[in-house]
């Protein structure tokens, strides 16, 4: 779980991990990559949450989703979207950063507008026809405007907020 260093199991839940634990988790975030699924699990799990997110990576232009997902309490998973422009900004920015260029391999095909509004709109149709899903779109949010919006939802769920947060 994402909590804050020392205190507990530190295992983390990040990028689909141990999904059989993630009944456990007070949240469970989606999204593809780059929508600061991570940077939020750990912002909200230094705030006393059970955070566990699970990236959206088609293969073969669809969404493989663990069956765990469907088992768990519906009302605890957060959808994570972004502008796909802003997306393919992002994560050309990171391969440019990774040393990684356009050329290789297929690192274009993960930054190409193309790939970028292909993973938004499979992540779309997924929440669609999840409506208990809350969605929120996190282009140009803070991690802590993302992570208060996330809060206010769980609350208005009448889900369980932690004291350090109250």
């Given amino acids: 779980w994402w909590k804050v260093m020392g205190e507990g199991d530190d295992t983390g839940q990040d990028d689909g991990a141990m999904p059989q634990h993630w009944g456990d988790a007070d949240i469970l975030l989606l999204g593809v990559s780059r929508t600061g699924k991570t940077p939020l699990s750990i912002y909200l799990g230094q705030r006393g949450f059970k955070v566990a997110n699970l ?19 519906q009302m605890r998973i957060v959808g994570l979207l972004i502008d796909p422009d802003i997306l393919r900004a992002m994560r050309s920015t990171r391969m440019e950063a990774m040393g990684v260029g356009a050329e290789r391999s297929n690192t274009g095909a ?47 769920r009448g889900r369980y907020i932690p004291t350090s947060m109250e």
């Fill in 110 to 156: 993960y930054s190409s507008r193309l790939q970028c509004r292909r993973e938004v709109q499979l992540a779309k149709d997924l929440y669609q026809t999840n409506a208990t899903w809350p969605v929120l779109d996190v282009t140009h949010r803070a991690v802590e405007e993302s992570a208060a919006r996330i809060l206010q939802i769980m609350a208005e």
């Fill in 55 to 73: 990236p959206l990576v088609p293969i073969n232009d669809k969404l493989h989703i663990p069956k765990q997902l469907y088992e768990i309490d």
